[in-house]
């Protein structure tokens, strides 16, 4: 069927289609409000926290899209937009940084710091989407921007250092996660030795992320909060790092079954893989794309063979 009906072709069954609608138009409108407080804003502060807004407004409707069945082929080219937002909204928050310094000496010298924080739900939650869907994409490209952002954060967090394993020489493994679990339990399936037992730390991560999302300022529960305009703070409920886990371990998931579980784009990610195609390619280090991919998924202490 060409085109399938919205109810047959949406990856989750909390959306319907004047849901979609609603809250697409409302997001859309969202951002032209904060494009002009950007260009009105009389600070540095308030341009960092426009920039941060349009960063995640951006990135929500791409997965709205995803939510709504939207074809994978046609969202994966506008990942690096939303990956130049979040460069600006870090961009600006430097420049915050330096100007609060300038003001405080007494705090020390600007040292360079990525702006989101792994020790806050959001940020971290927010940031191991925007670079698992990345990978999950093989868009190498936006992959090494957002490692060379984080490289303030290196050495800290044990699930970010998994994910990027296969992309850095400097590989720094780690058994703890900065906010604990659930992400521990995801951590974990590098350190398991047998695939069965990897599945079911998988499936027990799925389970346990949704209830430990409960704090997160924006979506938690967004389904349920419709406004009486008909939009609501829903863009559907991925957890794509254990998507790209299960990528980058190349495990069978053919027994996952669980809503936030994102099938789609991980069966998108392994035909490329299959077809040795790719988003984009890092053409900074173009050279070394072979040598990215072809440290191939085990269960050791890294993705490497």
């Given at each position: 069927?060409?085109?399938?009906?919205?109810?047959?072709?949406?990856?989750?069954?909390?959306?319907?289609?004047?849901?979609?609608?609603?809250?697409?138009?409302?997001?859309?409108?969202?951002?032209?409000?904060?494009?002009?407080?950007?260009?009105?804003?009389?600070?540095?502060?308030?341009?960092s926290l426009a920039c941060h807004f349009l960063y995640l407004e951006n990135f929500w409707i791409w997965m709205l899209d995803y939510t709504a069945g939207v074809p994978i082929e046609e969202l994966a080219p506008r990942l690096s937009d939303i990956v130049d937002r979040f460069s600006e909204?870090?961009?600006?928050?430097?420049?915050?940084?330096?100007?609060?310094?300038?003001?405080?000496?007494?705090?020390?010298?600007?040292?360079?710091?990525?702006?989101?924080?792994?020790?806050?739900?959001?940020?971290?939650?927010?940031?191991?989407?925007?670079?698992?869907?990345?990978?999950?994409?093989?868009?190498?490209?936006?992959?090494?921007?957002?490692?060379?952002?984080?490289?303030?954060?290196?050495?800290?967090?044990?699930?970010?250092?998994?994910?990027?394993?296969?992309?850095?020489?400097?590989?720094?493994?780690?058994?703890?996660?900065?906010?604990?679990?659930?992400?521990?339990?995801?951590?974990?399936?590098?350190?398991?030795?047998?695939?069965?037992?990897?599945?079911?730390?998988?499936?027990?991560?799925?389970?346990?992320?949704?209830?430990?999302?409960?704090?997160?300022?924006?979506?938690?529960?967004?389904?349920?909060?419709?406004?009486?305009?008909?939009?609501?703070?829903?863009?559907?409920?991925?957890?794509?790092?254990?998507?790209?886990?299960?990528?980058?371990?190349?495990?069978?998931?053919?027994?996952?079954?669980?809503?936030?579980?994102?099938?789609?784009?991980?069966?998108?990610?392994?035909?490329?893989?299959?077809?040795?195609?790719?988003?984009?390619?890092?053409?900074?280090?173009?050279?070394?794309?072979?040598?990215?991919?072809?440290?191939?998924?085990?269960?050791?202490?890294?993705?490497?063979?």
């Amino acid at each position: 069927m060409k085109n399938p009906p919205f109810d047959d072709r949406r990856r989750q069954q909390f959306l319907c289609r004047q849901l979609y609608e609603k809250t697409l138009e409302n997001s859309r409108a969202l951002l032209q409000v904060q494009l002009r407080n950007k260009e009105s804003a009389e600070c540095a502060g308030d341009t960092s926290l426009a920039c941060h807004f349009l960063y995640l407004e951006n990135f929500w409707i791409w997965m709205l899209d995803y939510t709504a069945g939207v074809p994978i082929e046609e969202l994966a080219p506008r990942l690096s937009d939303i990956v130049d937002r979040f460069s600006e909204w870090n961009e600006a928050d430097q420049h915050q940084q330096k100007k609060m310094l300038s003001q405080y000496p007494e705090y020390g010298p600007y040292k360079y710091r990525a702006a989101p924080n792994f020790g806050d739900l959001s940020d971290y939650e927010d940031t191991l989407q925007l670079l698992s869907v990345a990978i999950l994409l093989r868009d190498q490209r936006s992959v090494m921007r957002i490692i060379r952002i984080f490289r303030s954060h290196r050495g800290q967090d044990g699930l970010f250092e998994q994910l990027i394993g296969a992309y850095v020489d400097d590989e720094m493994p780690l058994d703890t996660c900065v906010l604990g679990q659930p992400y521990e339990t995801l951590l974990q399936t590098v350190y398991e030795g047998d695939e069965g037992a990897t599945q079911t730390l998988i499936k027990k991560y799925l389970k346990q992320w949704y209830p430990a999302m409960k704090d997160h300022p924006r979506w938690y529960n967004g389904h349920l909060r419709i406004s009486d305009e008909g939009y609501a703070p829903y863009y559907g409920y991925w957890a794509f790092e254990a998507g790209a886990t299960v990528f980058l371990l190349d495990l069978d998931d053919s027994s996952i079954d669980h809503f936030a579980y994102p099938t789609d784009i991980v069966a998108y990610g392994r035909a490329l893989r299959e077809e040795n195609r790719y988003t984009s390619i890092d053409m900074t280090a173009a050279d070394d794309v072979g040598h990215v991919e072809s440290k191939q998924p085990c269960h050791d202490t890294d993705f490497r063979e």
